[in-house]
């Protein structure tokens, strides 16, 4: 099984993505689900932006979830 994610968009410096989206929590959280299946996913494909606005200390958040 191949395991999909996307775009989350981190921003380290806001405590939510436009004012509604706690982003380094959601990809936490999927990354924590793809781990915990069953099925144990023998890929993980990432695409998109992993970042935001693409500052260092929003890109040091997003290594640091992932």
């Known amino acids: 099984m191949i395991a999909h994610l996307s775009d989350p968009h981190i921003e380290a410096t806001e405590c939510l993505l436009m004012d509604r989206t706690d982003t380094p929590a959601q990809l936490a959280s999927a990354v924590t ?8 996913a023998t890929a993980v494909v990432f695409n998109g932006d992993l970042v ?3 500052s260092a200390e929003d890109l ?7």
Request: cysteine-free; overall charge neutral; aromatic content about 6%.
């Open 33 to 40: 689900t793809v781990g915990a299946l069953q099925l144990p």
């Open 52 to 54: 935001y606005m693409g």
């Open 60 to 66: 040091a958040l997003g290594m640091t979830v992932l």
